[in-house]
């Protein structure tokens, strides 16, 4: 399995939060992508990452921001969180990005409940 | 914009008998596609893409995918179903020729009844 570890594994909090979710790669790949999954919707991208402080916006970006200082993390954070970011956010890693013909390793994904 | 749809929301067989799971897709240039399974409270795991060539293209645990450019699809198929092949399917596409971006489908949930 691609080293990726995610944390924390699940968190519940209340509406109005800040709230960060850690993703940490022991692969040194170049891609890191933060997705979101719910019923109905399959998984959504909400940030990536093609570099070391180099991030874009997924088609869900509203409400959340990224931040890449080094090649292993990548970490999301919710500022303030609302219960429609409930929901279980996965991470993952291309070494040559899905342009490339790359494929995706995911992590184990982060259960997040917003009260 | 490009998409996947997988219009199945679960999938019913029997072990042993072949099994398909269906996915139609909708791009402007050549389409990068792929398929993912996801096992319970797992991330989801590479099984197979379809980048250029073969339209029949092979992947892991016995899964192969038929690209018809003409329908515009992307099935996946099994010869003969296990029960442990029972999970969630996700159809996927690059999203246009430049990025390094995935869309996925909604999943296609598949039931492998012993």
């Known amino acids: 399995d691609a080293g990726i570890t995610q944390s924390p594994r699940h968190k519940v909090t209340e509406t109005g939060t800040p709230v960060t979710l850690r993703c940490h790669q022991t692969?040194?790949?170049?891609?890191m992508y933060w997705y979101r999954q719910d019923p109905g919707h399959g998984l959504r991208l909400i940030h990536y990452?093609?570099?070391?402080?180099?991030?874009d916006k997924g088609e869900v970006s509203d409400g959340y921001s990224v931040s890449r200082s080094k090649t292993e993390d990548f970490l999301l954070t919710l500022e303030s969180a609302t219960s429609s970011q409930t929901s279980v956010y996965f991470c993952?890693?291309?070494?040559?990005?899905?342009?490339?013909?790359?494929?995706?390793?995911f992590g184990e994904g982060s259960r997040l409940t917003v009260l | 914009a490009q998409s996947v749809a997988q219009p199945e929301d679960q999938v019913n067989v029997a072990e042993g008998n072949p099994l398909t799971v269906k996915c139609t897709y909708s791009?402007?240039?050549?389409?990068?596609l792929f398929w993912y399974v996801q096992y319970p409270n797992r991330g989801l795991q590479f099984l197979l893409k379809?980048?250029?060539?073969?339209?029949l293209v092979k992947g892991s645990y016995g899964f192969e995918a038929e690209f018809n450019k003409s329908q515009t699809s992307f099935h996946l198929k099994k010869p003969s179903a296990l029960v442990s092949d029972s999970a969630l399917y996700f159809c996927?596409?690059?999203?246009?020729?430049?990025?390094?971006?995935?869309?996925f489908g909604t999943g296609t949930r598949l039931q492998v009844f012993p």
């Open positions: 791009v402007s240039g050549n389409p990068y």
């Open positions: 379809y980048i250029t060539g073969d339209n």
């Open positions: 996927a596409v690059r999203d246009g020729w430049s990025t390094d971006k995935l869309i």
């Open positions: 993952a890693i291309s070494e040559s990005g899905t342009g490339a013909t790359g494929e995706l390793f």
């Open positions: 692969e040194n790949h170049r891609y």
């Open positions: 990452s093609y570099g070391v402080k180099d991030t």
